[in-house]
């Protein structure tokens, strides 16, 4: 079974800021996906970045980065220039790539306030 | 390309009652997924589907709960004789079978047992 863990329940940042938001997990699989979903207040979850366990290069998106670490398994979520609108709760998830499991596994999620 | 939407986005019904949410995925998507989330916690996943054959079940999801999703379309959950422990948010994503399989979320449908 795998675990996420997100050990920061709250930040905030002042905008225009950088922020790091972080991520571990645990798991005994080798090949899987890390991702980076966003829930803003009262509006349904979408998908910010994500991340495939083969790939050493760090995925982007625009203001969006993370630092995938995976022998230490941690995978954090960078957000530069911070804007009103990234304020929102930040779930990590894991997927493992085997077929059959292709369910996600979420962490407890971060709240991020942006303040102006 | 309409995103995955959910019917309804809201209900409150009394301890008891059955209730059936709807979910219909994006339209190329093969696969739907049903999860859980209360308040303050990250989504649970409850089962998903392949076409129309439901693939896996969690624990989570006692007698009370079916779904299903006939002709590989739209699915249904439906909770029977509600509890009060079943008060939360039930959301529901698909994803194609290519490449990373990103899921996608709807809005989710928000229960309340009284």
């Known amino acids: 079974a795998q675990t996420v863990t997100q050990s920061q329940p709250e930040m905030s940042v002042q905008e225009a800021e950088t922020v790091t938001l972080s991520c571990t997990y645990d798991t005994s699989e080798n090949n899987y996906y890390l991702f980076w979903y966003k829930q803003p207040p009262s509006r349904q979850m979408i998908l910010v970045i994500r991340q495939e366990a083969y790939k050493q290069q760090n995925a982007t998106e625009n203001r969006f980065s993370v630092n995938f670490q995976k022998a230490a398994k941690s995978f954090s979520l960078k957000i530069s220039d911070s804007q009103l609108g990234d304020t929102a709760m930040y779930f990590c998830?894991?997927?493992?790539?085997?077929?059959?499991?292709?369910?996600?596994?979420f962490g407890t999620g971060t709240r991020l306030t942006i303040i102006p | 390309d309409t995103g995955v939407s959910q019917d309804p986005r809201h209900k409150i019904t009394k301890r008891g009652q059955n209730v059936t949410f709807r979910c219909d995925p994006i339209?190329?998507?093969?696969?739907l997924y049903w999860y859980r989330q209360t308040l303050g916690q990250g989504p649970e996943f409850l089962t998903y589907f392949q076409n129309e054959a439901q693939l896996e079940k969690s624990r989570l999801l006692s007698d009370r709960f079916s779904a299903e999703r006939p002709k590989g379309s739209f699915s249904t959950l439906e909770i029977q004789r509600t509890e009060q422990g079943d008060s939360a948010m039930y959301l529901c994503?698909?994803?194609?079978?290519?490449?990373?399989?990103?899921?996608?979320f709807g809005p989710g449908t928000r229960l309340l047992v009284l």
């Open positions: 998830a894991f997927m493992p790539e085997r077929r059959g499991n292709e369910k996600l596994t």
């Open positions: 339209s190329e998507h093969n696969r």
């Open positions: 994503a698909s994803s194609s079978v290519s490449g990373v399989e990103t899921q996608y």
